[in-house]
């Protein structure tokens, strides 16, 4: 299976290598670049060794190319962007902006909902907002 991710505004692939790329800003910290993996449920993270990210801090997600803020609006604490899997169907994979917390869910077009990671169950009240407009 082949998968490609990408910003739902601008479209540029935030895929490069085996990685996904994001721009990101947390306090004491006004940007810098996080690589995560594209294999849904592996919570792998990788950053310049400047940069300090602590179990539980809650960071913001950019694209890298247009700057775009890639939060879910109405739930300040997660993050969602577009995949496509084999050049063909699209999904909004939705994870949490919390280092450490482990929930990911893909949510095809027609409100179809995958759920990744061990905390899983955290935010499915949040997944009832409209994340397909
Ligand atoms: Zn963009």
């Given at each position: 299976?082949?998968?490609?991710f990408?910003?739902?505004?601008c479209?540029g692939y935030l895929s490069?290598?085996?990685?996904?790329?994001?721009a990101?800003?947390k306090?004491?910290?006004d940007s810098?670049?996080l690589l995560l993996?594209?294999?849904?449920?592996?919570y792998?993270?990788?950053?310049?060794?400047?940069?300090e990210?602590?179990?539980?801090?809650?960071?913001?997600?950019?694209?890298?190319m247009?700057?775009h803020d890639?939060?879910?609006?109405?739930?300040?604490?997660l993050v969602r962007v577009?995949?496509q899997?084999?050049?063909?169907?699209?999904?909004w994979?939705?994870?949490s902006k919390?280092i450490?917390?482990?929930?990911t869910?893909?949510?095809s077009?027609?409100?179809q909902?995958e759920?990744?990671?061990?905390h899983?169950?955290?935010n499915v009240?949040?997944l009832s907002?409209n994340?397909?407009?």
């Amino acid at each position: 299976m082949k998968t490609n991710f990408f910003c739902p505004k601008c479209h540029g692939y935030l895929s490069v290598a085996d990685k996904v790329i994001f721009a990101i800003k947390k306090e004491g910290l006004d940007s810098g670049l996080l690589l995560l993996s594209p294999k849904l449920g592996e919570y792998t993270y990788e950053y310049h060794p400047t940069i300090e990210l602590t179990e539980g801090e809650q960071i913001d997600f950019y694209c890298p190319m247009c700057g775009h803020d890639l939060t879910v609006e109405g739930a300040n604490k997660l993050v969602r962007v577009k995949m496509q899997v084999d050049d063909k169907e699209t999904f909004w994979v939705v994870f949490s902006k919390k280092i450490g917390e482990r929930c990911t869910y893909k949510i095809s077009d027609d409100g179809q909902e995958e759920t990744f990671g061990e905390h899983g169950s955290l935010n499915v009240d949040y997944l009832s907002i409209n994340l397909l407009k």
